[in-house]
């Protein structure tokens, strides 16, 4: 996270936040708002006699803080560092947490290129501390979940690019892809789903990194973070750094090649293409238009993991309903 991006004067405070602050010990705090995600979630950093600690808004009913506690409570627990838990009033949506400084992890490699894969090394190694723990007290990764969130791209991208898409076709070859791959995540590990460059805090060190934005952690499958992490929607992964990653994975946890690359494509196809169509639903419903940017990446990536054999039911669907002028490198235009 940075530093403020308003003045104190503009900040618009969630309701009860001094009084909340002054029983966690916080009174007569200054208060700076930070930039905030695709959430409702507001972020606030509160100074006082030089300690610092942040703020989160989660204000119900668009948002609820409950999920982030569980997962901030079990990884804390169990060895993680995740931020501490400073103070909470879950029903406000109110909770004040340790604060892990500025040092992300997207803007330290931004300005600090060399340093990659020794970041990269860090983040992965925490992955395989993070696999070698029982999965948390989450829900499971499921089918109907997997479904759910690869539909938002009929339910957004198609009728955003006037495609009438053959949606029973598509639920159909995804179950298919997915067949194979849901028996292996069994007993499962935990997922913490966004895990990447932005979510990522380094603390002190390059391989001390924290944990942010876990409150929709499942338990599922292994290979779903480092998807996460090394096909990343908001900065490049260069093939060399993705393919060293996994190799560093492999290593570690002696899972099998062939078997792991296979389920890896299948999970980056499945999240990608969830994140095209989130990208085109804050665009279309939320007004936020600097996410389409975005889409060219991710559509790439979503190229890449197409071509893997794994994916050939996906693939042929694509073939037969996304022409190829939007399956293109720029990801396709938008109307405006």
């Not at 935990?190 to 805090?201: F, G, K, P, Q, S």
């Not at 560093?248 to 980056?268: H, K, N, S, V, W």
Request: with cysteine.
């Amino acid at each position: 996270m940075a530093d403020a991006i308003d003045p104190p004067s503009t900040v618009s405070l969630p309701g009860g936040v001094h009084a909340f602050l002054a029983r966690a010990g916080w009174s007569d705090a200054a208060i700076e708002p930070l930039p905030g995600d695709a959430s409702f979630r507001r972020y606030f950093r509160i100074r006082r006699d030089g300690r610092t600690s942040l703020l989160m808004d989660a204000p119900p009913p668009n948002e609820d803080p409950a999920p982030f506690l569980r997962a901030a409570h079990w990884l804390d627990d169990n060895g993680m560092r995740a931020p501490h838990i400073l103070a909470e009033d879950a029903a406000k949506g109110l909770v004040l947490l340790e604060d892990f400084g500025t040092d992300r992890m997207r803007d330290y490699l931004d300005t600090h290129p060399a340093d990659e894969i020794e970041v990269y090394g860090g983040a992965i190694d925490a992955l395989v501390q993070l696999h070698r723990l029982p999965p948390g007290p989450f829900l499971d990764y499921s089918l109907s979940e997997y479904l759910r969130e690869v539909r938002l791209f009929t339910e957004w991208y198609c009728p955003a690019q006037n495609l009438h898409a053959d949606a029973a076709g598509y639920t159909a070859a995804w179950e298919a892809t997915l067949a194979d791959l849901l028996p292996r995540q069994r007993p499962g590990v935990t997922v913490l789903r966004d895990y990447h460059a932005e979510n990522i805090m380094l603390l002190g060190a390059l391989n001390r990194q924290g944990l942010l934005d876990f409150q929709d952690a499942l338990v599922g499958h292994p290979a779903y973070d480092l998807v996460s992490l090394l096909q990343d929607a908001r900065r490049d992964v260069s093939a060399e750094v993705e393919t060293a990653m996994i190799e560093r994975y492999l290593a570690a946890t002696g899972a099998d090649r062939e078997t792991f690359l296979a389920d890896y494509a299948r999970l980056g196809a499945q999240r990608n293409i969830k994140i095209v169509g989130i990208f085109v639903r804050l665009w279309k419903r939320d007004g936020k238009r600097r996410y389409l940017d975005l889409i060219p990446r991710v559509w790439r990536q979503l190229e890449r993991d197409l071509s893997h054999p794994a994916l050939a039911r996906v693939e042929e669907w694509f073939a037969a309903n996304v022409p190829a002028t939007l399956r293109q490198a720029d990801g396709g235009a938008f109307a405006a």
